[in-house]
């Protein structure tokens, strides 16, 4: 499990798992406790912000020996319009994410994270 913060800065509408409640702008960020599993932030006009739990499955080709982050036993992964974030924790871990005023979004991870590239599609 891993704790969500979400700091809202664009007048965007934005959406979690699918609810009717309008998270806004505003000065505090909204905490999110224990997440596990699929949950998706929707960013009217920009699209889904994807959070996948990995567990304890880790991503091979971006684990390694040399990065000590990549040896903790959980981890998550975040899509978002292409671009793909990696990260793994002990413990309960934290997300800090960030929609700015242009629907930009920054993403912080406390115990280590880093962008990787994941196929989106492909053809065999």
């Not at 891993?2 to 309008?22: A, E, H, P, S, Y």
């Not at 671009?83 to 997300?95: I, K, P």
Request: glycine content about 12%; hydrophobic content about 40%.
């Amino acid at each position: 499990m891993f704790d969500v913060t979400l700091t809202v800065k664009c007048d965007l509408g934005v959406f979690i798992d699918g609810g009717n409640r309008i998270f806004a702008a505003q000065k505090e960020p909204y905490q999110f406790p224990h997440w596990s599993g699929i949950h998706i932030i929707n960013v009217s006009g920009m699209g889904n912000i994807l959070f996948i739990d990995l567990g304890e499955r880790k991503l091979a080709p971006y684990t390694h020996d040399n990065i000590p982050w990549t040896q903790k036993k959980w981890g998550g992964l975040i899509r978002y319009r292409g671009l793909d974030a990696y990260f793994r924790y002990e413990g309960t871990g934290h997300v800090s994410i960030v929609i700015d005023e242009q629907g930009s979004v920054q993403l912080h991870f406390d115990q280590g994270g880093m962008l990787v590239n994941l196929d989106d599609l492909t053809v065999r």
